[in-house]
């Protein structure tokens, strides 16, 4: 038989056929997808073969074989420095969602996720959050933030589940999509999906007032069908976002504002750090690239870890 992954606890997975019956798996041995070594060998989305069998009168799946994947969003583990997670498989779309404050999503965290989808050839959203909490100087920030992402040619949509502003926009972009919403633990993922189908009333939290940090609700990524003719793909709250290995000379071709002008620059081996006549570096200097993402691609070619707060984020 053969199904789609819409749950997995670790060590058991749900899978559900075409017929949409859905059956609870474990994996047959040992699983290693080629050219990568994950703590997660099978992800939410991932189409799989499995056979029945009986046991204590249950019937479960054993799942003996993983399909090829047409994408997939993974970040390094932060505790486990050589390992990956595969946050989700076969992805049409995924929306990023920021917050300004309560809690903050730094320009580090966007720049990084937004280099991981950029490789893996998966289509980002910037979902602005919570704009109805905002005062006149937040919103500027967003305005600001918002310009950036726009002008390297991210779209950028401000929302809001309490007022629901854009939230049909939303749904439009979603439909005949599976989509994936992702960010740290309390920018109010679960909410808004909650505002796009109410039918499915996902576990939500208050922020910690003590350090405007999230409270964990989501433990294991999961997929949903929609009324309206979509899927979505709800997921734990993400502390850090570690880039798997890339080479140096790789990383600007996932900043299409970089990858734009690289070919302008004397070298073709330039990697625009201290090389003479680097086409990167003018455009720095002449305000055409944001410092935030020169620093952000600085970072990722130093090896340096992302620089998260080190409340208990989840």
């Given at each position: 038989?053969?199904?789609?992954?819409?749950?997995?606890?670790?060590?058991?997975?749900?899978?559900?056929?075409?017929?949409?019956?859905?059956?609870?798996?474990?994996?047959?041995?040992?699983?290693?997808?080629?050219?990568?070594?994950?703590?997660?060998?099978?992800?939410?989305?991932?189409?799989?073969?499995?056979?029945?069998?009986?046991?204590?009168?249950?019937?479960?799946?054993?799942?003996?074989?993983?399909?090829?994947?047409?994408?997939?969003?993974?970040?390094?583990?932060?505790?486990?420095?050589?390992?990956?997670?595969?946050?989700?498989?076969?992805?049409?779309?995924?929306?990023?969602?920021?917050?300004?404050?309560?809690?903050?999503?730094?320009?580090?965290?966007?720049?990084?996720?937004?280099?991981?989808?950029?490789?893996?050839?998966?289509?980002?959203?910037?979902?602005?959050?919570?704009?109805?909490?905002y005062d006149k100087d937040t919103l500027d920030e967003v305005r600001y933030l918002a310009h950036i992402y726009r002008e390297i040619g991210y779209q950028c949509i401000g929302v809001s589940a309490k007022t629901g502003?854009?939230?049909?926009?939303?749904?439009?972009?979603?439909?005949?999509?599976?989509?994936?919403?992702?960010?740290?633990?309390?920018?109010?993922?679960?909410?808004?999906?909650?505002?796009?189908?109410?039918?499915?009333?996902?576990?939500?939290?208050?922020?910690?007032?003590?350090?405007?940090?999230?409270?964990?609700?989501?433990?294991?990524?999961?997929?949903?069908?929609?009324?309206?003719?979509?899927?979505?793909?709800?997921?734990?709250?993400?502390?850090?976002?570690?880039?798997?290995?890339?080479?140096?000379?790789?990383?600007?071709?996932?900043?299409?504002?970089?990858?734009?002008?690289?070919?302008?620059?004397?070298?073709?081996?330039?990697?625009?750090?201290?090389?003479?006549?680097?086409?990167?570096?003018?455009?720095?200097?002449?305000?055409?690239?944001?410092?935030?993402?020169?620093?952000?691609?600085?970072?990722?070619?130093?090896?340096?870890?992302?620089?998260?707060?080190?409340?208990?984020?989840?």
């Amino acid at each position: 038989m053969t199904g789609i992954v819409y749950k997995s606890t670790g060590s058991w997975y749900t899978v559900k056929t075409e017929l949409g019956e859905s059956y609870e798996c474990r994996i047959k041995g040992k699983f290693r997808i080629k050219g990568i070594k994950s703590t997660n060998p099978i992800a939410v989305g991932d189409m799989v073969d499995f056979e029945l069998e009986t046991s204590n009168n249950q019937e479960t799946g054993v799942i003996n074989k993983i399909h090829d994947r047409k994408n997939f969003i993974v970040r390094k583990s932060v505790n486990l420095s050589k390992q990956t997670h595969v946050i989700a498989s076969n992805l049409d779309l995924v929306f990023l969602m920021i917050t300004i404050n309560n809690p903050p999503t730094l320009t580090s965290f966007i720049d990084r996720f937004l280099v991981t989808a950029e490789a893996y050839s998966i289509k980002t959203i910037l979902l602005f959050n919570k704009i109805d909490a905002y005062d006149k100087d937040t919103l500027d920030e967003v305005r600001y933030l918002a310009h950036i992402y726009r002008e390297i040619g991210y779209q950028c949509i401000g929302v809001s589940a309490k007022t629901g502003k854009n939230i049909d926009k939303v749904k439009a972009l979603m439909q005949d999509n599976v989509s994936m919403f992702a960010g740290h633990s309390g920018v109010g993922k679960s909410t808004i999906v909650n505002a796009i189908e109410p039918s499915l009333n996902l576990k939500t939290k208050e922020i910690s007032s003590q350090h405007q940090q999230g409270q964990h609700t989501t433990t294991f990524a999961e997929m949903f069908d929609l009324s309206f003719g979509a899927q979505i793909i709800d997921t734990p709250g993400i502390k850090g976002f570690g880039v798997v290995d890339m080479d140096k000379e790789e990383v600007g071709d996932y900043f299409p504002e970089i990858f734009e002008l690289k070919q302008h620059c004397k070298f073709n081996n330039c990697i625009h750090v201290k090389e003479p006549k680097c086409a990167v570096k003018q455009a720095l200097d002449d305000g055409e690239i944001a410092f935030s993402r020169y620093r952000s691609y600085l970072q990722i070619i130093e090896g340096e870890e992302e620089h998260y707060r080190t409340d208990n984020w989840d």
